[in-house]
């Protein structure tokens, strides 16, 4: 088997390039190892930053999400009993945010790839990728109980934390930056309207908690627990219980209940593989960076990955340049670096260390109040939340090092005519 860009995994990066490349005359194959159900049922994220819905809308995959996804225009803070607002648009002239769960975008780009994209093997687990130094890689993978290779031009490598594809950078190229957090989440699916019309984020004495939605009709709950738990250590009665006394305000606010449907628990990482690229591999998303969700980012960076990669492959073909191929990893890594910090201040500010001294308690409600009293603090966190740019420009130090205007040496890498190329952030 033969292609031009050979893709493992089929999650909302993989999907998303290969919906990329379609558009783009580029044909590629995307192995994935699991069952299509499996991929548009596992319940991950839900919160798709403006660059995101305008990437998906660009590719033509935005149809459903513009039906039937739930515009935010911000978030409440919630601690010490009290409420306090952070209005996106208003502090980020006009941005906001869009729920449309994972996996609704996976279902939509799933259908538009079988409908009129290039093969999409679904059960067909990639073993391992071979030769990504040379002009001619291959994926070996294990499809209908035969092994097989896909030859190709180039491997994007988005198959998850967990995939293989990481593994084929060569151990004294790679780093690893990583903090694992003492405490998971305990996630939840409710059938009962959201209590808000927002997300609440609650920090409380007792721990994290966390009202999201997926729907009008369904709520997504999620309560900061100890690293290690297991779901059915907790009783629906207890989730309930314990969700009221986190969100527990002086105004009188109250937590619809209904029943759970869902019960599932996420461990908390911080994770960079650097670099992204190694000859003609290319990681993108959870294969080479994880974030806690406390800042709903993950899915967006791999969307943000894949943006750059197909540009950048389409950029080698129209002029023969590889100039944005190598700049992959380094374009990549500043947007990456910006939402690793983002999401760490979001759980260090959210969340309670089992060893948190009293004056640790102390600095977090004071890092709170500064967010619920100033609008400069607010702005810093709506412009975060909502999404940094693809291309993020060097830092004035690194500019002066890397050339006077400080852009990228690839340049912008935009191609006329083709709307997702345009899309800002
Ligand atoms: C509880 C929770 C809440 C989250 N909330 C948010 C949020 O609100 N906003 C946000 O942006 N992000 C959020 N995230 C993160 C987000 O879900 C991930 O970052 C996103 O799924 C990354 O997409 P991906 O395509 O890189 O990887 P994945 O979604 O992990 O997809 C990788 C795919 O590769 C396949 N695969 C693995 N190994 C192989 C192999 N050897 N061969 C072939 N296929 C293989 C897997 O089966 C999988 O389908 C959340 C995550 C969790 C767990």
Request: contains cysteine.
């Amino acid at each position: 088997m033969r292609t031009t860009v050979g893709i493992i995994g089929a999650g909302p990066a993989g999907l998303l390039l290969a919906r990329l490349l379609h558009g783009a005359g580029i044909d590629s194959v995307v192995l994935e190892a699991r069952d299509r159900a499996y991929v548009e049922h596992r319940q991950r994220a839900g919160i798709l930053e403006q660059g995101t819905v305008d990437v998906l809308r660009a590719a033509g995959a935005g149809a459903r999400m513009d039906r039937e996804g739930l515009r935010h225009d911000g978030i409440e803070l919630r601690f010490g009993r009290r409420r306090h607002r952070v209005d996106f648009p208003a502090l980020t002239g006009g941005r906001s945010v869009m729920v449309y769960a994972q996996t609704e975008v996976c279902k939509d780009l799933i259908a538009l790839q079988l409908a009129e994209g290039g093969p999409l093997l679904f059960g067909a687990e990639a073993l391992a990728v071979e030769g990504a130094g040379t002009a001619t890689p291959r994926v070996r993978f294990r499809h209908q109980g035969r092994e097989d290779v896909l030859e190709c031009d180039y491997v994007a490598g988005c198959d998850g934390f967990w995939g293989v594809s990481r593994a084929a950078v060569p151990a004294e190229v790679s780093r690893v930056f990583e903090r694992r957090y003492p405490f998971g989440w305990l996630g939840v699916l409710a059938d009962v309207p959201p209590s808000h019309d927002e997300l609440v984020y609650a920090r409380h004495d007792r721990g994290f908690a966390l009202l999201s939605m997926r729907s009008p009709s369904v709520s997504r709950l999620y309560l900061q627990v100890p690293e290690g738990t297991e779901p059915e250590e907790w009783s629906d009665e207890d989730v309930w219980r314990e969700l009221e006394r986190r969100f527990e305000t002086d105004d009188g606010w109250t937590l619809a209940r209904g029943p759970l449907t869902q019960k599932s628990v996420t461990p908390m990482r911080s994770f960079v593989h650097e670099p992204m690229r190694h000859g003609r591999l290319f990681l993108a998303g959870d294969a080479a960076h994880i974030v806690p969700p406390t800042g709903a980012k993950g899915l967006n960076l791999a969307v943000g990955d894949v943006v750059t990669l197909a540009r950048a492959l389409v950029h080698r073909r129209e002029t023969g340049s590889a100039a944005l191929l190598d700049a992959y990893s380094e374009t990549c890594l500043r947007r990456v670096w910006q939402a690793e910090r983002f999401s760490y201040d979001m759980t260090t500010l959210l969340h309670r260390a089992p060893d948190a001294t009293a004056f640790e308690d102390r600095l977090q409600l004071a890092r709170l109040e500064r967010i619920a009293s100033s609008r400069a603090a607010r702005t810093d966190l709506a412009e975060a939340y909502t999404g940094f740019p693809l291309d993020l420009p060097r830092s004035e130090g690194r500019a002066a090092a890397a050339g006077a205007n400080g852009r990228s040496p690839a340049g912008s890498g935009r191609v006329p005519g083709r709307s997702w190329f345009e899309v800002p952030r």
